[in-house]
């Protein structure tokens, strides 16, 4: 257990690096689709097939292009998220009050305007619950990823223990990530502003 604190922190630094990258790319993206409705028709279809395709499945390929270790890891998680934030991204700005965008934009609204002051503020509390529907996705995805190729983290140690017949240290492992998970989604839970 001498290698907790690192493997933890090693783990949590990857995962939220690239869970806010996944979450701001599928962001801008999705709300691309969500104001061209050409590109909304031409990429949703290439989108919805693409985020059934399990990451795992292009393990072959990520490791061809980039090898082993971070870039791989964090290139599994971005596949892991990537998609089902673009797609939930779009959905969450179509959902939004037609009448208000409209209202704003009779008002003189621009669309950079709309967007800061309008679309986003009204976005917030969807957007907070997609970033933690892709933090469980990257939490349980990075356990795997990291038994591809980096010598830290927790699902790299957990492999360890697991050749080593270490199942105690194994169990402890386990409780913390499971008890990480629901901690995290607590607090993204408490950062949603308060209706009514």
Request: hydrophobic share 55%.
């Amino acid at each position: 257990m001498q290698y907790f604190w690192s493997d933890l922190w090693q783990t949590l630094a990857r995962t939220i690096i690239w869970t806010i990258v996944s979450w701001m790319a599928g962001l801008g993206i999705g709300y691309g689709l969500y104001r061209y409705s050409w590109i909304n028709r031409v990429s949703l279809p290439i989108v919805n097939f693409l985020r059934h395709i399990s990451p795992f499945c292009w393990l072959p390929l990520i490791i061809m292009i980039s090898g082993i270790g971070e870039i791989s890891v964090g290139l599994v998680l971005l596949l892991a998220m990537l998609f089902n934030a673009i797609l939930l991204s779009s959905e969450i700005f179509h959902s939004l009050p037609r009448d208000v965008r409209e209202q704003a934009s009779l008002d003189g609204a621009g669309k950079r305007h709309l967007f800061w002051h309008i679309e986003l503020p009204l976005a917030v509390s969807p957007l907070i619950d997609l970033f933690r529907v892709l933090w469980s996705v990257a939490w349980t995805t990075i356990i795997a990823a990291e038994m591809l190729g980096v010598q830290s983290g927790l699902g790299y140690r957990l492999l360890d223990f697991r050749y080593l017949l270490r199942y105690n240290d194994m169990l402890v492992y386990i409780v913390v990530i499971g008890g990480i998970g629901i901690a995290t989604d607590y607090l993204l839970l408490h950062l949603k502003p308060k209706t009514g």
